[in-house]
């Protein structure tokens, strides 16, 4: 939780969701009767109320008004019926305002959840949303859109060599805190191709100034080529997150070409929007 440290949820692929109030050290398996079958959609903490937690259990969306103790349905009709749901979002400007995305379709809700409506406009299995201070964000497989308010949506893929996204994000910055365009900034991360002998693709960023940039810099692994022990001809860059409070902090996995440096799957963070990377966390590619 953004607002509690000590307050983490993890899903388990047996279905199961644990809570933690004291920042991991133990751990308590929540009613099998209220949450299961949800871990291909994490938990949503509520932007204002910190007591609120948001989660899908078998399809329904739930809400827990103590922070996770108790879940009761959210509301009694799922309009995205047998989709899978992947992703929950909340407005951080605009509380009532509630994301489901699943691997069809996007629904949005104005109303904290009371009535829905399907995100007209919008195709591909959502990969992530964001809401900024004036507009929506909503992200697929097969690209990115803008909304000002939910009725109509714009596509921005402009710059990106093609789609296929695999992960998004985004985040709010001042004015100065970072050397690009000050407002929304945007990661995501698509696949790897090897063209014309180069390295195209990975992760890109939107600054605002109209299209995406590619953030490949300096120390990610950008070889063509599998290296010894690997698994890979080129590096893919599957997730990409960053950081609410200092934007200019990204952080994305690979699985990596090899088992020496730089080529090992693992993680990179950037201290500077993607001009730079540092190799954060390894592993041996052979275990």
Not at 88 to 116: I, N
Not at 149 to 178: H, N, V, Y
Not at 272 to 279: A, E, F, M, Y
């Given at each position: 939780?953004?607002?509690?440290?000590?307050?983490?949820?993890v899903?388990?692929?047996?279905?199961?969701?644990?809570?933690?109030?004291?920042?991991?050290?133990?751990?308590?398996?929540?009613?099998?009767?209220?949450?299961?079958?949800?871990?291909?959609?994490?938990?949503?903490?509520?932007?204002?109320?910190?007591?609120?937690?948001?989660?899908?259990?078998?399809?329904?969306l739930?809400?827990?008004?103590?922070?996770?103790?108790?879940?009761?349905?959210?509301?009694?009709?799922?309009?995205?019926?047998?989709?899978?749901?992947?992703?929950?979002?909340?407005?951080?400007?605009?509380?009532?305002?509630?994301?489901?995305?699943?691997?069809?379709?996007?629904?949005?809700?104005?109303?904290a959840?009371?009535?829905?409506?399907?995100?007209?406009?919008?195709?591909?299995?959502?990969?992530?949303?964001?809401?900024?201070?004036?507009f929506?964000?909503?992200?697929?497989?097969?690209?990115?859109?803008?909304?000002?308010?939910?009725?109509?949506?714009?596509?921005?893929?402009?710059?990106?060599?093609?789609?296929?996204?695999?992960?998004?994000?985004?985040?709010?910055?001042d004015?100065?805190?970072?050397?690009?365009?000050?407002?929304?900034?945007?990661?995501?991360?698509?696949?790897?191709?090897?063209?014309?002998?180069?390295?195209?693709?990975?992760?890109?960023?939107?600054?605002?100034?109209?299209?995406?940039?590619?953030?490949?810099g300096?120390?990610?692994?950008?070889?063509?080529?599998?290296?010894?022990?690997?698994?890979?001809?080129?590096a893919?860059?599957?997730?990409?997150?960053?950081?609410?409070?200092?934007?200019?902090?990204?952080?994305?996995?690979?699985?990596?070409?090899?088992?020496?440096?730089?080529?090992?799957?693992?993680?990179?963070?950037?201290?500077?929007?993607?001009?730079?990377?540092?190799?954060?966390?390894?592993?041996?590619?052979?275990?």
């Amino acid at each position: 939780s953004p607002r509690d440290p000590n307050l983490i949820f993890v899903w388990c692929d047996m279905s199961g969701l644990y809570r933690s109030t004291d920042g991991g050290r133990s751990w308590t398996l929540l009613d099998k009767r209220q949450m299961r079958n949800g871990c291909r959609c994490k938990v949503l903490f509520d932007p204002v109320d910190p007591n609120v937690v948001y989660g899908v259990a078998s399809g329904v969306l739930k809400i827990s008004r103590d922070k996770g103790l108790t879940w009761t349905p959210l509301t009694a009709e799922q309009p995205w019926k047998g989709e899978t749901v992947l992703h929950l979002c909340a407005g951080r400007w605009q509380p009532k305002a509630l994301f489901v995305g699943t691997d069809k379709s996007a629904f949005l809700s104005k109303d904290a959840g009371k009535t829905w409506s399907r995100v007209e406009g919008i195709t591909g299995r959502v990969v992530g949303f964001y809401a900024s201070t004036f507009f929506y964000f909503v992200a697929t497989s097969e690209g990115v859109w803008r909304s000002d308010g939910g009725k109509t949506w714009m596509p921005m893929s402009d710059g990106l060599p093609w789609t296929g996204l695999r992960d998004f994000c985004g985040a709010e910055i001042d004015e100065g805190q970072r050397d690009h365009l000050p407002g929304t900034i945007l990661f995501c991360a698509i696949p790897s191709k090897a063209v014309d002998g180069k390295f195209e693709g990975g992760v890109y960023y939107y600054d605002g100034s109209g299209k995406w940039r590619s953030a490949m810099g300096k120390g990610i692994n950008t070889t063509l080529g599998k290296q010894l022990y690997g698994n890979a001809e080129i590096a893919q860059y599957n997730h990409v997150q960053m950081s609410e409070t200092d934007p200019n902090v990204v952080w994305c996995t690979t699985p990596g070409t090899g088992y020496l440096p730089p080529y090992q799957r693992g993680a990179y963070r950037s201290a500077n929007g993607g001009k730079t990377w540092s190799h954060t966390y390894f592993f041996d590619s052979r275990g």
